[in-house]
């Protein structure tokens, strides 16, 4: 038997931190049947582009960094913010040159996903890049430093099940996106 599920009614909200990278309230919810939770909280984090992109060899253009969460040297496919007015495939190609130094090729947003559905307010969108070369130079962030490899979809795989590569969110978008293609 099939319910018909309603949305939770927000009572109140109380901001308890507002920055450029991370939004967190407490929230005051009834919930359909009448019951109240006084405190959930919900994260909003900008909305951010994950960038499947092959060079014209076919293999995949990946970033080593340091992520500072997981406190680890971490094994990623491209990704950055989405700044204001900016549509996900100019983010894609923005990011892709400044981290990577790649450029031209084809791009195509494939997906837009919730990083959190259960708690946080903001999306990931991914791209497939295709075709893409070498362009230029990086311009890294301040707080970035990056290395660019290149894997065959096997050496992906294997790093994967290795668990060198452990973002679940780029691991998803791999599966889906990226080997369907």
Known sequence: MQKNLESWKIR???SLLDTKYLRVDKETCE???GNVI???YTLWQPDWVLILAQNAEGLWLMEKQYRHGSRTISLEFPAGIIEA???PVAAAKRELQEE???GGGAFELVAKLPVNPDRHRGHFFVVRATGVSAQGSTRFDSGE???TLSFSTEEVMQKMRAGEICHP???AAFF???LSA
């Open 169 to 171: 969110h780029q691991i």
């Open 31 to 33: 919930l359909p049947n």
């Open 176 to 178: 889906l996106y990226g």
């Open 100 to 102: 990577c130094a790649f």
């Open 38 to 40: 006084p405190d959930f």
């Open 145 to 147: 430093e990056i290395e």
């Open 85 to 87: 007015g900016e549509s």
């Open 12 to 14: 109140s909200v109380e």
